[in-house]
Each structure stands twice: as structure tokens, then as C-alpha cells.
């Protein structure tokens, strides 16, 4: 009888390459799961929207002005 540590590896190796990335995201998964106390982490998506809000009107218009501004140059 083989460790099934021998058993996961002969598995693994036949494994297509999609399945292989979807087991490593299963196995990296549970792996933290494990070590925030059985829950899976909070994955959260980056928020993009608003992030160039200055309220100073359009920026890309003023770039010139604001760019001098920033490193003391004169327009």
C-alpha cells in the first residue's frame, strides 16, 4: 500500500493543466481557511470608481496646470 502522500502526487501528475490551476486554488483556499479558523478569507474587489474625484473639475483638461503645481514649474 502506498502514503497518501505517494497516492496525491500520482494523481496530480495526471492532471490536465486547467485542472491542476483549480485544485491549487482549492488547495491554497482551504489552506487559509485553515489558518483564519475554518472560515475563508474575505476577498474583496478593489474599488475603482471615483478614485481621480478631486472636485476641482475635470483633471485631464488641467494637467499642465496641476502637474507645474506639483513640482514648482512655471506653465
Known amino acids: 500500500m502506498t502514503s497518501a502522500h505517494e497516492e496525491l502526487h500520482r494523481l496530480v501528475d495526471r492532471l490536465s493543466p486547467e ?7 482549492r488547495a491554497e483556499t482551504e489552506l487559509l ?3 483564519h479558523d475554518g472560515e475563508p478569507p474575505v476577498r474583496r474587489r478593489l474599488a475603482l470608481a471615483g478614485i481621480g474625484a478631486s472636485g476641482d473639475g475635470h ?3 488641467r494637467v499642465e496646470d496641476l502637474l507645474a503645481e506639483r513640482f514648482n514649474r512655471p506653465v
Open 33 to 35: 481557511a485553515a489558518a
Open 19 to 25: 485542472q491542476a490551476r483549480r485544485l491549487l486554488r
Open 59 to 61: 483633471l485631464s483638461e
